[in-house]
C-alpha cells in the first residue's frame, strides 16, 4: 500500500472532528454539524470546480458525521468521482465512502460498477485490491451479476499479485455467500484448487477458505484438495518455527492456516490413498506430540495457539473414527485438560469427550476419567462446565457404572442450577430405564427423583414408569410398597401422589395383607393428599377410588360417602363432578362381576420408544440421544419395556381403557366440517382440538382454564381467529352441509365452548368459564351471508331466580362476515341449584 505523504493531512478534517470532540452537549454537537453540512452543501453545488483534495476532504467529513448517527443525503456522487482518480487517497475515501454508504440497490450503482470495471482492468494491484475489497463490502447482487466471472479469472491469473490473490478469494468467497448462483466454479475448480500449492501463505489461507466453504455443497468437485491439504499440513508441522517466520505467531507456525487446514479435511472421509492417509496419520501424531513438549513461551498467545490447533487435530481424529490408537491417545490428552487452570480449557475438554464417549475404539478411554468427570460437577463454579460434565457422564455411562452415575447425578441434582435441572431429570430418567439390572432399582430412582425435583419431573417421566411397573409383573408388588411408604412422609410431591394413586389403585392388593398397609389405610392415605392437589391429580384419585371398591369391597361404603359428599357432587369443576357422580352410580347400580369387568387391571401398554428419550432429543437436537442409540459398544442393552418403534410420533399414544385412570386426555371428538365463506369465523375459536401430540399437551382442565381467558372489554373481537370478512360467496355456494342442530347442543354436555346453533345464514357460538358458584359466557353470531343483516337485535332469556348483567347487543346492522358479540363485563351470579340444574 503506498505511504500517505504528509500533504494528504486534511487540516480541515482534524479541526471539525476537534470542534465536535469539544461540544459540551448534544445541542452543540447538532449545532455544528447542521453549520458544517450547509458549508459542504454551499460547496458541492457552487459554482467553482473542486479539486480533489477538496472533494476528499468534504466526503471524509460526511463520511465522519454519519459515523455519528446522522443521516447524509447528498454527496454520494462527489464519492463516485472520487473513484476516476488516479491518487491512492483519494480513490481509497470514495471506495470507502461507498462501501459504508450506498445501498445496494442505489441508482449510482452501474456508475460506481463502471469505475470498478475500470479499475479491475487497470492492472494496477493497489486499485485492483481496492476495487475488490468495495465489491465484497457491498456485495450486491447486482455486482455479483457484473463481476461474478472476472473475479475467478483474476484469482487463477498466472500475472496477478499475491495480495491480489488473497482480495479476489475473499471476495469470491463473499459473493458466494451471497448468491452461491452466481459463481460458476466448473472450469476454474481444478486451478482454485491448486492455490493450495502457492509458495504465498497468505494466498493458500485465503484459497483455504474459500475452498471449505465451496465443498460443503459440491464435496465430489473439489475432493482432491484432501491430498494437497494434506501436503501443505505436513509441511506446516513438521518446520520449525524458524523456517516461517513472517507467519509464526508466538513461536506456532502458521496457527490459522493449520487450523482451516484441519477443518477442510473434515469435509471428507479418511483418504483412500494408503500414501496420503500415512501422512495424514503421522501429521496427527506430531501435533499430539508436540502438545506433550514443554511450551516455548509463557506467554497466553502461545498456548492458545498450540491449543487451537490441537483441539482442531481432535475434532479431525474424532471425525474420521478409524485409528483406535489415536482415539485414545485423544482422550488422554483431553483428559489433562480436565483439571487444568483455564475454564475455557476445561469445558472444551469436556465437551470434545463427548463425542469421543459415542466411539466404540475410544469409549473405554473416557470411563477413566469417570471420577475427573464427578469432582467436576460437584466442584465447578461455571454451570456451564458443570453443564458438560453432566452431558459427558450421561455419554460415558453404561452397564458397568450406571449405579454410580446415576446416584452423582441424583446427589448433585439437589444443589443444580434451576435452568439445568429438567436436562438433569430426564438424563437420570433415561439412564435408569436403560442400564436398570433389576427393576426395583429402577423403581427407586425414579421415586428419589421425584421427591428431589418433583417440580421438574415431566408428565413423561412418570408415565414412563407407570408403563414399566403396568408391564412386568415381578416388580408390581415392590413398586405399590415403596410408593406406600413414599407417600407416607409429610410433604409428598403432586407428581409423586400421582404415581402413588395410579399403582395403589392397580396394584394395592399386592401389600393389602400386611395390616400397615391394609385397604383402609390406603385409603386414608390418599384421602388425605386429595384436598391438596390440582384438579387433575383429585381426577386420578378419584378414578383410584372407584378401582378400591372393586379391589377392596370392604372399603366400598367409605369410598361412597366421599363421592356422595357435597363437595363432589357439586363441585364447580366439571370433570370431578362428572367422575364422581358416574362412579357413584357405577359402584351402587352394578353387580359385582360387571364391575370387576369394567375395573379390571390395566392391560400392558403397547412397546414403543420411550417417550423420554424422544423429549431429550427435541430439547437437545438429533444428537442428545447418541449414547442410547449407538448400540456398538454395548450390544446387549436392551429397552426394559421391549423394542423400539421406528416412529415417534406414537410415543404417547395410551391404550383405550387409559381413559379410566384419567392419565391422558380424552381424544377430541370429530369436528364437524367446517362452512365455507364467512362461517370460518367461529370455527377455529370453538375448536377443542389442539393441535399438539396426544399425551403430551396440558390435562383437559388446563386446557379448558387457558382457553376461557376472557377478551379485553374493548377489545370484543379478541377472541375471534381470522376478523376478516371472507370472500363474498354466491347464492349458489352454501357450502358443505350443516350439523343438525342437536348435534351441537349435545356437545355441551361435556364442554362449556363451541357452536351453539348454525344454519346456512347465522352461527350462534358460546364460550363460558365457570368458577364455584360465577359464571361467565360470551354469545358471538356470525353472518355467513354476503349481505348485512338489517335490524339485528339479539334477545337472551333467562330463568327468573338467574340474576344477570348483560350488556347491549351488537348495533344493528350486523355487516356480512361479521362476529357480534355479547360481553359480560362482570361475572354473572348463580345460585348453587342454578348452576347444577343448567348441567
Same mark, same amino acid.
Given at each position: 500500500?503506498?505511504?500517505?505523504?504528509?500533504?494528504?493531512?486534511?487540516?480541515?478534517?482534524?479541526?471539525?472532528?476537534?470542534?465536535?470532540?469539544?461540544?459540551?452537549?448534544?445541542?452543540?454537537?447538532?449545532?455544528?454539524?447542521?453549520?458544517?453540512?450547509?458549508?459542504?452543501?454551499?460547496?458541492?453545488?457552487?459554482?467553482? #470546480? /473542486?479539486?480533489?483534495?477538496?472533494?476528499?476532504?468534504?466526503?471524509?467529513?460526511?463520511?465522519?458525521?454519519?459515523?455519528?448517527?446522522?443521516?447524509?443525503?447528498?454527496? *454520494?456522487?462527489?464519492?463516485?468521482?472520487?473513484?476516476?482518480?488516479?491518487?491512492?487517497?483519494?480513490?481509497?475515501?470514495?471506495? /470507502?465512502?461507498?462501501?459504508?454508504?450506498?445501498?445496494?440497490?442505489?441508482?449510482?450503482?452501474?456508475?460506481?460498477?463502471?469505475?470498478?470495471?475500470?479499475?479491475?482492468?487497470?492492472?494496477?494491484?493497489?486499485?485492483?485490491?481496492?476495487?475488490?475489497?468495495?465489491?465484497?463490502?457491498?456485495?450486491?447482487?447486482?455486482?455479483?451479476?457484473?463481476?461474478?466471472?472476472?473475479?475467478?479469472?483474476?484469482?487463477?491469473?498466472?500475472?496477478?499479485?499475491?495480495?491480489?490473490?488473497?482480495?479476489? =478469494?475473499?471476495?469470491?468467497?463473499?459473493?458466494?455467500?451471497?448468491?452461491?448462483?452466481?459463481?460458476?466454479?466448473?472450469?476454474?475448480?481444478?486451478?482454485?484448487? *491448486?492455490?493450495?500449492?502457492?509458495?504465498?501463505?497468505?494466498?493458500?489461507?485465503?484459497?483455504?477458505?474459500?475452498?471449505?466453504?465451496?465443498?460443503?455443497?459440491?464435496?465430489?468437485?473439489?475432493?482432491?484438495?484432501?491430498?494437497?491439504?494434506?501436503?501443505?499440513?505436513?509441511?506446516?508441522?513438521?518446520?520449525?518455527?524458524?523456517?516461517?517466520?513472517?507467519?509464526?505467531?508466538?513461536?506456532?507456525? =502458521?496457527?490459522?492456516?493449520?487450523?482451516?487446514?484441519?477443518?477442510?479435511? +473434515?469435509?471428507?472421509?479418511?483418504?483412500?490413498?494408503?500414501?496420503?492417509?500415512?501422512?495424514?496419520?503421522?501429521?496427527?501424531?506430531?501435533?499430539?506430540?508436540?502438545?506433550?513438549?514443554?511450551?516455548?513461551?509463557?506467554?497466553?498467545?502461545?498456548?492458545?495457539?498450540?491449543?487451537?490447533?490441537?483441539?482442531?487435530?481432535?475434532?479431525?481424529?474424532?471425525?474420521?473414527?478409524?485409528?483406535?490408537?489415536?482415539?485414545?491417545?485423544?482422550?488422554?490428552?483431553?483428559?489433562?485438560?480436565?483439571? *487444568?487452570?483455564?475454564?475455557?480449557?476445561?469445558?472444551?475438554?469436556?465437551?470434545?469427550?463427548?463425542?469421543?464417549?459415542?466411539?466404540?475404539?475410544?469409549?473405554?478411554?473416557?470411563?477413566?476419567?469417570?471420577?475427573?468427570?464427578?469432582?467436576?460437577?460437584?466442584?465447578?463454579?461455571?454451570?456451564?462446565?458443570?453443564?458438560?460434565?453432566?452431558?459427558?457422564?450421561? =455419554?460415558?455411562?453404561?452397564?458397568?457404572?450406571?449405579?454410580?452415575?446415576?446416584?452423582?447425578?441424583?446427589?448433585?441434582?439437589?444443589?443444580?442450577?434451576?435452568?439445568?435441572?429438567?436436562?438433569?431429570?430426564?438424563?437420570?430418567?433415561?439412564? #435408569?430405564?436403560?442400564?436398570?439390572?433389576?427393576?426395583?432399582?429402577?423403581?427407586?430412582?425414579?421415586?428419589?427423583?421425584?421427591?428431589?425435583?418433583?417440580?421438574?419431573?415431566?408428565?413423561?417421566?412418570?408415565?414412563?414408569?407407570?408403563?414399566?411397573?403396568?408391564?412386568?409383573?415381578?416388580?408390581?408388588?415392590?413398586?405399590?410398597?415403596?410408593?406406600?411408604?413414599?407417600?407416607?412422609?409429610?410433604?409428598?410431591?403432586?407428581?409423586?401422589?400421582?404415581?402413588?394413586?395410579?399403582?395403589?389403585?392397580?396394584?394395592?392388593?399386592?401389600?393389602?395383607?400386611?395390616?400397615?398397609?391394609?385397604?383402609?389405610? +390406603?385409603?386414608?392415605?390418599?384421602?388425605?393428599?386429595? *384436598?391438596?392437589?390440582?384438579?387433575?391429580?383429585?381426577?386420578? /384419585?378419584?378414578?383410584?377410588?372407584?378401582?378400591?371398591?372393586?379391589?377392596?369391597?370392604?372399603?366400598?361404603?367409605?369410598?361412597?360417602?366421599?363421592?356422595?359428599?357435597?363437595? +363432589?357432587?357439586?363441585?364447580?369443576?366439571?370433570?370431578?363432578?362428572?367422575? #364422581?357422580?358416574?362412579?357413584?352410580?357405577?359402584?351402587?347400580?352394578?353387580?359385582?362381576?360387571?364391575?370387576?369387568?369394567?375395573?379390571?387391571?390395566?392391560?400392558?401398554?403397547?412397546?414403543?420408544?420411550?417417550?423420554?428419550?424422544?423429549?431429550?432429543?427435541?430439547?437437545?437436537?438429533?444428537?442428545?440421544?447418541?449414547?442410547?442409540?449407538?448400540?456398538?459398544?454395548?450390544?446387549?442393552?436392551?429397552?426394559?419395556?421391549?423394542?423400539?418403534?421406528?416412529?415417534?410420533?406414537?410415543?404417547?399414544?395410551?391404550?383405550?381403557?387409559?381413559?379410566?385412570?384419567?392419565?391422558?386426555?380424552?381424544?377430541?371428538?370429530?369436528?364437524?366440517?367446517?362452512?365455507?365463506?364467512?362461517?370460518?369465523?367461529?370455527?377455529?375459536?370453538?375448536?377443542?382440538?389442539?393441535?399438539?401430540?396426544?399425551?403430551?399437551?396440558?390435562?383437559?382442565?388446563?386446557?379448558?382454564?387457558?382457553?376461557?381467558?376472557?377478551?379485553?372489554?374493548?377489545?370484543?373481537?379478541?377472541?375471534?381467529?381470522?376478523?376478516?370478512?371472507?370472500?363474498?360467496?354466491?347464492?349458489?355456494?352454501?357450502?358443505?352441509?350443516?350439523?343438525?342442530?342437536?348435534?351441537?347442543?349435545?356437545?355441551?354436555?361435556?364442554?362449556?365452548?363451541?357452536?351453539?346453533?348454525?344454519?346456512?345464514?347465522?352461527?350462534?357460538?358460546?364460550?363460558?368459564?365457570?368458577?364455584?358458584?360465577?359464571?361467565?359466557?360470551?354469545?358471538?353470531?356470525?353472518?355467513?351471508?354476503?349481505?348485512?343483516?338489517?335490524?339485528?337485535?339479539?334477545?337472551?332469556?333467562?330463568?327468573?331466580?338467574?340474576?344477570?348483567?348483560?350488556?347491549?347487543?351488537?348495533?344493528?346492522?350486523?355487516?356480512?362476515?361479521?362476529?357480534?358479540?355479547?360481553?359480560?363485563?362482570?361475572?354473572?351470579?348463580?345460585?348453587?341449584?342454578?348452576?347444577?340444574?343448567?348441567?
Amino acid at each position: 500500500m503506498p505511504a500517505v505523504s504528509k500533504g494528504d493531512g486534511m487540516r480541515g478534517l482534524a479541526v471539525f472532528i476537534s470542534d465536535i470532540r469539544n461540544c459540551k452537549s448534544k445541542e452543540a454537537e447538532i449545532k455544528r454539524i447542521n453549520k458544517e453540512l450547509a458549508n459542504i452543501r454551499s460547496k458541492f453545488k457552487g459554482d467553482k #470546480a /473542486l479539486d480533489g483534495y477538496s472533494k476528499k476532504k468534504y466526503v471524509c467529513k460526511l463520511l465522519f458525521i454519519f459515523l455519528l448517527g446522522h443521516d447524509i443525503d447528498f454527496g *454520494h456522487m462527489e464519492a463516485v468521482n472520487l473513484l476516476s482518480s488516479n491518487k491512492y487517497t483519494e480513490k481509497q475515501i470514495g471506495y /470507502l465512502f461507498i462501501s459504508v454508504l450506498v445501498n445496494s440497490n442505489s441508482e449510482l450503482i452501474r456508475l460506481i460498477n463502471n469505475a470498478i470495471k475500470n479499475d479491475l482492468a487497470s492492472r494496477n494491484p493497489t486499485f485492483m485490491c481496492l476495487a475488490l475489497h468495495c465489491i465484497a463490502n457491498v456485495g450486491s447482487r447486482e455486482m455479483g451479476e457484473a463481476f461474478a466471472a472476472d473475479i475467478p479469472r483474476i484469482l487463477v491469473a498466472g500475472d496477478s499479485m499475491d495480495s491480489v490473490k488473497q482480495s479476489a =478469494a475473499l471476495c469470491l468467497l463473499r459473493l458466494y455467500k451471497a448468491s452461491p448462483d452466481l459463481v460458476p466454479m466448473g472450469e476454474w475448480t481444478a486451478r482454485v484448487v *491448486h492455490l493450495l500449492n502457492d509458495q504465498h501463505m497468505g494466498v493458500v489461507t485465503a484459497a483455504v477458505s474459500l475452498i471449505t466453504c465451496l465443498c460443503k455443497k459440491n464435496p465430489d468437485d473439489f475432493k482432491t484438495c484432501v491430498s494437497l491439504a494434506v501436503s501443505r499440513l505436513s509441511r506446516i508441522v513438521s518446520s520449525a518455527s524458524t523456517d516461517l517466520q513472517d507467519y509464526t505467531y508466538y513461536f506456532v507456525p =502458521a496457527p490459522w492456516l493449520s487450523v482451516k487446514l484441519l477443518r477442510l479435511l +473434515q469435509c471428507y472421509p479418511p483418504p483412500e490413498d494408503a500414501a496420503v492417509k500415512g501422512r495424514l496419520v503421522e501429521c496427527l501424531e506430531t501435533v499430539l506430540n508436540k502438545a506433550q513438549e514443554p511450551p516455548k513461551s509463557k506467554k497466553v498467545q502461545h498456548s492458545n495457539a498450540k491449543n487451537a490447533i490441537l483441539f482442531e487435530t481432535i475434532s479431525l481424529i474424532i471425525h474420521y473414527d478409524s485409528e483406535p490408537n489415536l482415539l485414545v491417545r485423544a482422550c488422554n490428552q483431553l483428559g489433562q485438560f480436565l483439571q *487444568h487452570r483455564e475454564t475455557n480449557l476445561r469445558y472444551l475438554a469436556l465437551e470434545s469427550m463427548c463425542t469421543l464417549a459415542s466411539s466404540e475404539f475410544s469409549h473405554e478411554a473416557v470411563k477413566t476419567h469417570i471420577d475427573t468427570v464427578i469432582n467436576a460437577l460437584k466442584t465447578e463454579r461455571d454451570v456451564s462446565v458443570r453443564q458438560r460434565a453432566a452431558d459427558l457422564l450421561y =455419554a460415558m455411562c453404561d452397564r458397568s457404572n450406571a449405579k454410580q452415575i446415576v446416584s452423582e447425578m441424583l446427589r448433585y441434582l439437589e444443589t443444580a442450577d434451576y435452568a439445568i435441572r429438567e436436562e438433569i431429570v430426564l438424563k437420570v430418567a433415561i439412564l #435408569a430405564e436403560k442400564y436398570a439390572v433389576d427393576y426395583s432399582w429402577y423403581v427407586d430412582t425414579i421415586l428419589n427423583l421425584i421427591r428431589i425435583a418433583g417440580d421438574y419431573v415431566s408428565e413423561e417421566v412418570w408415565y414412563r414408569v407407570l408403563q414399566i411397573v403396568t408391564n412386568r409383573d415381578d416388580v408390581q408388588g415392590y413398586a405399590a410398597k415403596t410408593v406406600f411408604e413414599a407417600l407416607q412422609a409429610p410433604a409428598c410431591h403432586e407428581n409423586m401422589v400421582k404415581v402413588g394413586g395410579y399403582i395403589l389403585g392397580e396394584f394395592g392388593n399386592l401389600i393389602a395383607g400386611d395390616p400397615r398397609s391394609s385397604p383402609p389405610v +390406603q385409603f386414608s392415605l390418599l384421602h388425605s393428599k386429595f *384436598h391438596l392437589c390440582s384438579v387433575a391429580t383429585r381426577a386420578l /384419585l378419584l378414578s383410584t377410588y372407584i378401582k378400591f371398591i372393586n379391589l377392596f369391597p370392604e372399603t366400598k361404603a367409605t369410598i361412597q360417602g366421599v363421592l356422595r359428599a357435597g363437595s +363432589q357432587l357439586r363441585n364447580a369443576d366439571v370433570e370431578l363432578q362428572q367422575r #364422581a357422580v358416574e362412579y357413584l352410580t357405577l359402584s351402587s347400580v352394578a353387580s359385582t362381576d360387571v364391575l370387576a369387568t369394567v375395573l379390571e387391571e390395566m392391560p400392558p401398554f403397547p412397546e414403543r420408544e420411550s417417550s423420554i428419550l424422544a423429549k431429550l432429543k427435541r430439547k437437545k437436537g438429533p444428537g442428545a440421544g447418541s449414547a442410547l442409540d449407538d448400540s456398538r459398544r454395548d450390544p446387549s442393552s436392551h429397552d426394559i419395556n421391549g423394542g423400539v418403534e421406528p416412529t415417534p410420533s406414537t410415543v404417547s399414544t395410551p391404550s383405550p381403557s387409559a381413559d379410566l385412570l384419567g392419565l391422558r386426555a380424552a381424544p377430541p371428538p370429530a369436528a364437524p366440517p367446517a362452512p365455507s365463506g364467512a362461517g370460518n369465523l367461529l370455527v377455529d375459536v370453538f375448536s377443542d382440538s389442539p393441535a399438539a401430540q396426544p399425551g403430551l399437551g396440558p390435562s383437559p382442565e388446563e386446557a379448558f382454564l387457558s382457553e376461557l381467558e376472557p377478551p379485553a372489554p374493548e377489545s370484543p373481537m379478541a377472541l375471534l381467529a381470522d376478523p376478516a370478512p371472507a370472500a363474498d360467496a354466491g347464492p349458489e355456494d352454501i357450502g358443505p352441509p350443516i350439523p343438525e342442530a342437536d348435534e351441537l347442543l349435545n356437545k355441551f354436555v361435556c364442554r362449556n365452548n363451541g357452536v351453539l346453533f348454525e344454519n346456512q345464514l347465522l352461527q350462534i357460538g358460546v364460550k363460558s368459564e365457570f368458577r364455584q358458584n360465577l359464571g361467565r359466557m360470551y354469545l358471538f353470531y356470525g353472518n355467513k351471508t354476503s349481505v348485512q343483516f338489517q335490524n339485528f337485535s339479539p334477545t337472551v332469556v333467562h330463568p327468573g331466580d338467574l340474576q344477570t348483567h348483560i350488556l347491549s347487543a351488537w348495533p344493528s346492522p350486523a355487516p356480512p362476515g361479521s362476529t357480534p358479540m355479547i360481553p359480560v363485563p362482570r361475572p354473572v351470579t348463580w345460585p348453587l341449584r342454578a348452576l347444577h340444574s343448567l348441567r
